[in-house]
Protein backbone atom coordinates (compact mmCIF):
# COMPACT_ATOMS: atom_id res chain seq x y z
CA UNK A 1 0.00 0.00 0.00
CA UNK A 2 0.97 3.65 -0.99
CA UNK A 3 -0.93 5.39 1.95
CA UNK A 4 2.03 6.71 3.66
CA UNK A 5 2.78 9.07 0.88
CA UNK A 6 -0.38 10.93 0.91
CA UNK A 7 -0.90 11.59 4.88
CA UNK A 8 -0.54 15.03 4.46
CA UNK A 9 -3.38 17.06 5.19
CA UNK A 10 -2.41 20.35 2.92
CA UNK A 11 -0.53 20.79 0.05
CA UNK A 12 1.18 23.79 -0.82
CA UNK A 13 2.56 25.28 -4.34
CA UNK A 14 3.95 26.71 -6.22
CA UNK A 15 7.11 26.29 -3.61
CA UNK A 16 9.60 28.15 -4.06
CA UNK A 17 6.64 30.73 -4.94
CA UNK A 18 7.12 34.62 -5.60
CA UNK A 19 4.22 36.80 -3.97
CA UNK A 20 1.04 34.62 -3.61
CA UNK A 21 1.22 30.86 -2.62
CA UNK A 22 -1.63 28.23 -2.83
CA UNK A 23 -2.68 25.70 0.51
CA UNK A 24 -4.78 22.38 -0.78
CA UNK A 25 -6.97 21.57 2.01
CA UNK A 26 -7.76 17.55 2.22
CA UNK A 27 -11.25 17.67 4.02
CA UNK A 28 -10.87 21.02 5.62
CA UNK A 29 -13.33 21.91 8.80
CA UNK A 30 -15.11 24.73 10.13
CA UNK A 31 -12.08 25.42 13.04
CA UNK A 32 -9.43 25.19 10.12
CA UNK A 33 -6.47 28.00 10.57
CA UNK A 34 -3.41 28.14 8.75
CA UNK A 35 -0.32 30.27 10.18
CA UNK A 36 2.76 31.53 8.69
CA UNK A 37 5.51 31.55 10.51
CA UNK A 38 9.07 33.06 9.96
CA UNK A 39 12.79 31.40 11.00
CA UNK A 40 12.50 32.88 14.34
CA UNK A 41 9.14 31.79 15.22
CA UNK A 42 7.27 35.11 14.72
CA UNK A 43 3.75 34.59 13.36
CA UNK A 44 3.64 36.23 10.07
CA UNK A 45 0.09 35.69 9.15
CA UNK A 46 -3.48 33.82 9.83
CA UNK A 47 -6.08 33.49 7.95
CA UNK A 48 -9.24 31.13 8.45
CA UNK A 49 -9.46 28.33 5.75
CA UNK A 50 -13.32 28.30 3.98
CA UNK A 51 -12.59 26.42 1.38
CA UNK A 52 -10.72 23.81 0.07
CA UNK A 53 -8.16 25.83 -1.90
CA UNK A 54 -6.97 29.09 0.03
CA UNK A 55 -4.58 31.85 -1.59
CA UNK A 56 -1.85 33.48 0.58
CA UNK A 57 -0.67 36.77 -0.33
CA UNK A 58 2.94 36.77 1.06
CA UNK A 59 3.61 39.99 -1.31
CA UNK A 60 4.68 42.61 2.09
CA UNK A 61 7.37 39.73 3.30
CA UNK A 62 10.89 39.47 3.17
CA UNK A 63 12.49 36.75 0.95
CA UNK A 64 13.64 33.43 2.61
CA UNK A 65 12.10 30.24 4.22
CA UNK A 66 8.72 30.35 6.13
CA UNK A 67 7.10 27.86 7.80
CA UNK A 68 3.26 27.12 7.48
CA UNK A 69 1.08 25.65 10.04
CA UNK A 70 -2.20 24.09 9.57
CA UNK A 71 -4.29 23.09 12.56
CA UNK A 72 -8.52 22.26 13.38
CA UNK A 73 -9.47 20.64 15.83
CA UNK A 74 -7.97 17.39 15.12
CA UNK A 75 -4.93 17.90 12.95
CA UNK A 76 -1.82 19.69 13.47
CA UNK A 77 0.76 19.88 10.53
CA UNK A 78 3.60 22.40 9.40
CA UNK A 79 5.35 22.59 6.12
CA UNK A 80 8.42 24.46 5.00
CA UNK A 81 8.24 27.17 2.11
CA UNK A 82 10.15 29.72 0.46
CA UNK A 83 9.69 33.04 -0.66
CA UNK A 84 12.11 34.50 -3.55
CA UNK A 85 12.21 37.84 -4.09
Known amino acids: SNELSNTSKFIIYPNPFT ?20 MNGRLIQSSTVSSDLTKIDMSHAAGGIYYVNYYDSHNSETQKIILKK
Open 19 to 38: DIFNVQVNNYSDDSVIKIYD
